[in-house]
């Protein structure tokens, strides 16, 4: 993981972790830019500081279940049942955060932006 391409699978892998076990799309972001953001200084980035922010970003998507209030909120407003929500609204969710990440990547290593 200390080359830049291992650095944005871990800002996504570890956004997505924390975001699976805690709930909250917004504590999982933050948790991962304070443990990212040093790693930072140690490794020359051929592309822009901006693609590992959207790393974390992408990782703040996936794995939405029942510890989120999000899905509450669709649940609910919705009238889907649990499962319904699992099938439909994570499934979304997982789907956005993952190819989100793929297009940051290409964006990565297409347009470096340095």
Known sequence: MSTPWGLLVMAFAV???IRAAQGSATVAMMTSVAIISPM???????FHRLYVALAIG????????MNDSGFWQV???????VPQTLKTFTVAL???GLIGFGLTLLGAWLLPLV
Do not use: A, E, I
Request: glycine fraction near 8%; hydrophobic fraction near 35%.
């Open 15 to 17: 956004t997505t972790l």
């Open 40 to 46: 930072l200084d140690t490794v020359d980035l051929p």
């Open 58 to 65: 992408c990782g703040s998507k996936p794995l939405s279940w």
């Open 75 to 81: 649940c609910t407003m919705t009238g889907m049942t």
């Open 94 to 96: 997982t789907l956005m």
